[in-house]
């Protein structure tokens, strides 16, 4: 037995092994899609976030259902929490589910693929550079796309300013209408308290080229997460003013923001 085939048997179950096989992902001879997802390095992603998502963030998912078993779709939450985790969540929940489950696409920030490695990494389990040329190109793949509209505002947002929603942007409903892809939004409960930031040291992340430099406890704290997913919803790609798109994207921001309420509602503790 090869070392990475000892490897495997001792970190990925054979039932991971055989659910993940089972999901159809157009890979070429050498094992890889065109932005760098593999299959192999996907079975031990899903293995340590197993654990991750059960035992650590002990997460409760409701609504998974909803996002289609095939064809291009957008799934659009809220954001926090330093790191991105809910993104790591929010997939597991998808990839992990017993029927038609799929292997998302995550739109990544910028300052990610600049971290030796890590960019190569995050490539292989499935994350893509945020851009809208990434994003339209995965949706005409017929991908699930995973966005967060609030982009750094909302991962780096203070613990003051917990589960208070920041600005959307556009782009995302723009590349619904255009390629008729439903979204799906997600109110996400429980990561802004794995790394409660209470300041933001502005002039050192410019100094070393991040994003933000929280004041926050140098660890993750094992928060309960709620994930509750909404029903699709559903944009025509009649030509509109932008005033018009807007309010459509105020439309997905009111539903995130009622799963959001629905989720604190339900969540009776913090750890």
């Known amino acids: 037995m090869s070392l990475a085939s000892f490897l495997k048997s001792r970190l990925v179950p054979a039932e991971l092994d055989q659910h993940i096989n089972r999901i159809r992902k157009p890979i070429g001879s050498l094992g890889y899609d065109p932005w760098g997802y593999n299959n192999e390095a996907m079975k031990y992603g899903l293995s340590l976030t197993k654990q991750i998502y059960e035992k650590y963030f002990r997460v409760q998912a409701h609504g998974v259902e909803n996002i289609p078993a095939e064809g291009p779709?957008?799934?659009?939450?809220?954001?926090?929490?330093?790191?991105?985790?809910?993104?790591?969540?929010?997939?597991?929940?998808?990839?992990?589910?017993?029927?038609?489950?799929?292997?998302?696409?995550?739109?990544?920030?910028?300052?990610?693929?600049?971290?030796?490695w890590l960019g190569n990494l995050l490539n292989e389990v499935g994350a893509v550079l945020g851009d809208p040329v990434n994003c339209a190109k995965m949706l005409a793949n017929n991908e699930a796309v995973i966005?967060?509209?609030?982009?750094?505002?909302?991962?780096?947002?203070?613990?003051?300013?917990?589960?208070?929603?920041?600005?959307?942007?556009?782009?995302?409903?723009?590349?619904?209408?255009?390629?008729?892809?439903?979204?799906?939004?997600?109110?996400?409960?429980?990561?802004?308290?794995?790394?409660?930031?209470?300041?933001?040291i502005k002039p050192l992340a410019k100094a070393l080229g991040i994003p933000y430099a929280p004041v926050a406890m140098p660890v993750v704290l094992p928060a309960k997460v709620h994930l509750?997913?909404?029903?699709?919803?559903?944009?025509?790609?009649?030509?509109?003013?932008?005033?018009?798109?807007?309010?459509?994207?105020?439309?997905?921001?009111?539903?995130?923001s009622r799963l959001i309420d629905k989720g604190l509602s339900e969540r009776k503790r913090l750890f």
Do not use: W
């Not at 966005?147 to 619904?176: C, T, W």
């Not at 909404?230 to 995130?256: C, H, N, Q, S, W």
């Open 147 to 200: 966005v967060f509209p609030e982009g750094i505002r909302g991962s780096g947002k203070l613990y003051h300013d917990r589960y208070q929603l920041k600005r959307f942007g556009n782009g995302f409903m723009h590349l619904a209408m255009k390629y008729k892809a439903p979204i799906v939004p997600v109110g996400v409960v429980g990561c802004e308290e794995t790394i409660p930031a209470i300041a933001n």
């Open 228 to 256: 509750n997913f909404g029903a699709p919803m559903y944009f025509d790609d009649l030509e509109i003013p932008e005033e018009k798109v807007t309010e459509r994207v105020e439309k997905v921001k009111a539903e995130i």
């Open 73 to 116: 779709v957008l799934i659009i939450a809220n954001h926090s929490g330093q790191l991105p985790i809910d993104g790591l969540l929010i997939g597991y929940a998808l990839a992990s589910r017993e029927k038609d489950a799929r292997i998302p696409r995550a739109m990544i920030e910028r300052f990610f693929p600049t971290v030796p």
